[in-house]
């Protein structure tokens, strides 16, 4: 690809770009496993919420007041 | 809340912040020096300073890419691990963290792309512009990181607490941006361009030391050592103000960085000590085996004032100085009482059956609500952060900050002298400093975010309130999968960054080997 010269060419750009990376493919790799593995990691965390099931603001205030209270009272 | 739970949440933030805290600076430092490199090779000093750009730019990239994404899993954390702290403040705390992600990294994100893929595409200008924007962009991305963690250091701009959601509320956005963000902020990002100028000079000595890349290598250092310099300098005078700020909103977090127990007109800051394993907050007893200090040094960081009087770690527990505003200091046994004053109001509040009688126990809560988060503790002691990790790691970042201004000197004096280039101990030891710069980089973290516990939030909320119920075995669980990827992460991007150092810059026809 020649000079950039319209928004079709900047696309162009960032394709070319990506699949000329050489050093980038392992970089590549990495990071989608660290995604998979992070995103897994949190929806693991996430589900062990107990808040999770709280929908309305009222039904959670009302949990951090109960936690505060037991946490006051321990 | 199980102790236990409590300890293992706080070491999963502590190791997910930490590693992620490897990459941070040497993305914000080497995007100052390839900006430069660059504007070097656009004001047309050379084609060599692309072909220098080209590589550090290669490492930039490596470091950005295997740091990515570790930094989205800590503001997971903030709704999974730290779910009551998020309700608690995520009005106020959400807000540059919003900033942070909409604006900042996008930025970021954009132009990174033009300075990695644009080259010969895009006009030289351009693309110069799309570096140095990169930069900005990071640099703003840590601007609102850094706002909303000294927000936790120092709660300002908060309104009425709002008992009906039991919550915290923002009254002003502007006020979030205090003297003490704008400070740490600078403190943090100029002491990344130190740690960048140590990776950039010590992998160019490695080329040095290998009889390679010779031009190059010194072309790097030559860059790299200014950065440097000018990064420890800004650091040490940024580092004073922080510590004054820090006297003035975390007495606590000084006198545990000092090992302070009692509070003294005149008091001189520690340069060297052996803590006493022995030392009890209470028993009297000397807090040093071993101490070199410098005369009302402390007194004049604290105060400004050579005779000033800093409170030590009892005095704060005690009360009765006078605080930086001018007013007697309460104990914290009276905050604790003030506090649990005002959790008995708030329950009185939402337990209250007529309008009357919430608006008692309302007026009741205000009374006393600034105290509340005193209301979790059951003892003064509980409020002293762990000293000796405070101390040593403060030591540890002084220490080796004021190290590299010397090594730095050294270097930019040899490379004046044209001796630089035959200077191989003087190469070796920079080569070696590199990880020396990282340990700076996380003790100087250690200090702030281990000198504020045990709160999460300042004289607001303690950590043992903040945490999620999640249970011990699921922290422990993710501990060790974090522990193992971040391991194998880490292990990854060495190879990948010793590969390309292996390969050296594009071909440069000024290089001693072509």
Avoid at chain 2, 143 to 154: D, K
Avoid at chain 2, 219 to 237: C, F, L, M, T, W
Avoid at chain 2, 326 to 353: F, H, M, P, R, W
Wanted: aromatic share 12%; proline share 3%; charged share 20%.
């Amino acid at each position: 690809m020649d000079k950039i010269r319209n928004v079709r060419d900047f696309l162009q750009m960032y394709i070319e770009g990506f699949k000329g990376l050489t050093w980038g493919k392992p970089l590549w790799n990495i990071i989608i496993a660290k995604i998979i593995v992070l995103s897994a990691i949190a929806a693991f965390l996430a589900s062990k919420n107990p808040m999770k099931n709280l929908h309305t603001n009222n039904q959670k205030s009302e949990y951090i007041f109960n936690e505060f209270v037991k946490i006051n009272n321990n | 809340m199980e102790q236990n739970l409590i300890d293992l949440s706080r070491a999963q933030f502590a190791l997910t912040a930490m590693f992620h805290w490897l990459f941070v600076p040497l993305t914000l430092g080497l995007g100052l020096i390839v900006a430069i490199m660059e504007t070097l090779y656009v004001k047309g000093k050379g084609e060599k300073w692309k072909t220098t750009t080209r590589f550090w730019m290669k490492i930039f990239g490596i470091n950005f890419a295997v740091g990515v994404a570790s930094g989205i899993i800590l503001e997971f954390e903030f709704g999974t691990n730290w779910a009551k702290y998020s309700w608690f403040v995520g009005d106020i705390f959400g807000v540059p963290l919003a900033i942070e992600g909409i604006v900042a990294f996008f930025m970021e994100a954009t132009f990174i792309a033009v300075m990695f893929f644009g080259w010969d595409k895009v006009s030289k200008r351009f693309h110069l512009a799309a570096t140095w924007l990169t930069l900005l962009g990071a640099t703003l991305s840590a601007v609102w990181i850094l706002v909303a963690n000294a927000w936790m250091q120092n709660p300002v701009g908060i309104g009425e607490f709002n008992v009906d959601l039991v919550r915290t509320e923002l009254s002003s956005f502007w006020a979030v941006i205090s003297p003490l963000a704008i400070v740490k902020f600078l403190h943090t990002v100029i002491s990344s361009w130190m740690l960048a100028a140590a990776v950039v000079i010590g992998i160019a000595s490695f080329y040095l030391l290998k009889g390679r890349e010779k031009t190059f290598a010194l072309d790097s250092i030559r860059v790299a050592v200014k950065v440097g310099i000018a990064g420890v300098i800004a650091a040490i005078i940024t580092g004073d103000m922080s510590g004054n700020l820090v006297a003035k909103t975390q007495p606590m977090k000084l006198a545990a960085m000092e090992s302070l127990y009692d509070g003294h007109n005149n008091a001189g800051l520690v340069a060297l000590a052996v803590l006493n394993p022995d030392k009890k907050f209470d028993d009297g007893k000397d807090p040093f085996l071993f101490n070199v200090s410098f005369p009302n040094m402390l007194s004049f960081l604290a105060t400004r004032n050579s005779n000033g009087f800093v409170p030590g770690i009892n005095d704060v527990l005690k009360g009765g100085y006078i605080g930086p505003d001018g007013a007697q200091t309460i104990s914290v046994n009276e905050k604790i009482a003030l506090g649990k004053d005002a959790s008995l109001a708030l329950k009185e509040y939402k337990n209250a059956a007529t309008e009357d009688e919430k608006t008692k126990a309302r007026n009741a809560f205000r009374k006393n609500e600034k105290y509340f988060g005193y209301s979790f503790f059951k003892s003064a002691e509980e409020t002293i952060p762990p000293v000796g990790l405070v101390f040593y790691a403060f030591r540890i970042m002084v220490a080796l900050g004021f190290l590299f201004l010397i090594l730095f000197i050294t270097v930019e004096y040899f490379l004046h002298k044209k001796r630089f280039e035959k200077a191989r101990l003087l190469q070796k030891i920079c080569l070696l400093s590199i990880p020396f710069a990282y340990i700076a980089s996380q003790a100087g973290w250690i200090v702030a975010e281990v000198g504020r516990q045990p709160w999460a939030i300042q004289d607001i909320l303690p950590v043992k309130a903040a945490v999620t119920n999640i249970g011990a075995t699921s922290v422990i669980l993710t501990f060790c999968f974090f522990l193992v990827l971040f391991s194998v992460l880490l292990v990854a991007e060495v190879n990948i960054i010793r590969k390309a150092i292996r390969t050296g810059p594009e071909e440069n026809p000024q290089n001693t080997n072509q």
